[in-house]
């Protein structure tokens, strides 16, 4: 049994990030914490240009997360689920794009290497 969607997206707000390099933007949100995981949904935009590789953004979601948030810091490991938006993804009947997902990443903390 998981998470509800309804449930994740009630508990926890998605941030838009932003690259330094080349202006493109990205979302993160934690979908759910538990057994010492944290799950976080990344969304990017496929057709824009970023410095970092998707590994590079997961990995820093992921200890942004676990260091801003006291309810993370027991966090062990992380699985980020990486989604890109582009023309190939198809739309949801809304007009809406719907994602795709690109990778799954996880990482297990390690204090003094990924903290």
Known sequence: MGMKQDESNQQYTQLTNTDQGTGGQYHTRPLAFKNGVLYIELTLDRNKKYNKTYRQMAVQSAVYYRKS???????????????????????????????????????????????
């Open 69 to 115: 948030n006291t309810e993370f810091e027991s966090a062990v490991a992380a699985k980020i689920c990486i989604y890109t938006t582009s023309g190939s993804c198809r739309n949801q009947g809304d007009g809406q794009q719907e994602s795709c997902l690109e990778s799954i990443i996880g990482i297990m903390y390690q204090d003094g290497i990924l903290n």
